[in-house]
């Protein structure tokens, strides 16, 4: 936003029926000159449209993968190698999308920049958006693309065995694309990015708006792998052991290993690090220090969902202010939540539920 701008938009949040021949009396301007300054300020979002009515809503934006997800659940122990009675089901997911959506269930308003082709898939992704109140406007829907499908086996205690991912279609999430998608970036309230991206998009994104907190969702090991050296661009990260083990070169066999691998995210510039150590719970780090905290015993229905619910409430957090503790017990009340149900994202997750939830961590 040029200074200009901002002049403009403050009269304009004292009187928003100013007419633009007083404001620029005002500003000392042509009326001309405030005609474009404000169709600026409505093309970057700041103003909405009729009576130049201010946004003043914050919002998070989600940078990252949108897909359909066909899981096949085994009715009794899997058997390799061979084929087995169970459940197939079919559902919307993608990293990206379901921390998007986690984090409308939790009350936050939230933007989705992601790529979908124009097909059944990509139709039932942006329809079932709308009906949760996601708004994924900015999203990319290619012509003739095929939209991301995610297959994956789990094993009879409902923890992913493995799986298969098809997201070709994130390669259109260019350069250009994003430069298109600057004003949207720009006025959130933080990012959220999957590593689902490709590496040169990641790279423009960190680079190209410096001011802005971003957060990283590693999606696995691998994926992980290509941002190593961007990682002190991150405000906050929530790598699992092996992801963080990857990332900073230390072994984490103890609590002892998760701090010092924590410190050396902090060194590269990391503020807040969320190591996920499994069932021995979270290592929290940050300006407040470090802390574990113990994940409450709880009957796992499905472990897909849990990653997106914790990073999602760590963002929640955040725009609520929350202490480092807070926000950790926000994060692992979410994932309990997702891990509680059999689809990847808890229809009942809630901003209610959530502090319920943190009551009796």
Do not use: W
């Amino acid at each position: 936003m040029t200074g200009r701008e901002k002049e403009i938009l403050e009269h304009l949040k004292k009187d928003p029926m100013m007419p633009q021949s007083d404001l620029a009396d005002l500003l000392g301007i042509t009326r001309s000159s405030v005609a474009v300054h404000i169709a600026n300020l409505m093309k970057k979002g700041h103003i909405l449209g009729k009576g130049y009515i201010v946004r003043e809503d914050a919002y998070v934006c989600v940078i990252g993968g949108s897909n359909v997800d066909i899981q096949g659940f085994p009715t009794t122990e899997l058997i390799y190698r061979d084929s087995n009675v169970g459940k197939v089901k079919v559902s919307m997911g993608g990293v990206g999308r379901n921390i998007a959506e986690n984090l409308v269930r939790m009350g936050v308003h939230t933007k989705l920049i992601s790529a979908i082709g124009d097909d059944l898939y990509g139709d039932k992704i942006l329809e079932e958006a709308k009906s949760v109140g996601l708004d994924m406007v900015d999203t990319l829907v290619v012509q003739g693309g095929e939209t991301s499908t995610y297959l994956s086996i789990l094993d009879d205690s409902k923890d992913m065995i493995l799986a298969i991912s098809h997201m070709d279609i994130m390669e259109h999430l260019t350069i250009e694309f994003i430069k298109r998608k600057h004003h949207i970036i720009e006025n959130a309230a933080l990012c959220i990015l999957d590593t689902n991206l490709p590496l040169e998009t990641i790279e423009y994104i960190l680079t190209t708006f410096k001011d802005k907190q971003f957060f990283l969702d590693t999606v696995s090991s691998t994926k992980a792998q290509k941002v190593a050296s961007l990682i002190g661009y991150f405000n906050t990260i929530k790598p699992n052991r092996i992801e963080a083990e990857m990332l900073t070169g230390v072994p984490i066999k103890s609590e002892t290993d998760a701090t010092i691998a924590a410190d050396r995210f902090h060194e590269k510039g990391v503020v807040n690090v969320f190591i996920s150590m499994g069932e021995k719970g979270i290592y929290a780090s940050g300006p407040e220090g470090g802390q574990f905290i113990k994940a409450p015993k709880i009957e796992i229905v499905n472990a897909t969902g849990a990653g997106d619910a914790f990073i999602a409430a760590l963002a929640k957090a955040s725009l609520m202010e929350l202490t480092q503790l807070e926000t950790a017990k926000m994060a692992i009340a979410a994932s309990g939540i997702a891990l509680s149900h059999e689809n990847t994202i808890n229809p009942q997750m809630s901003e209610g539920l959530l502090f319920k939830k943190m009551e009796v961590l």
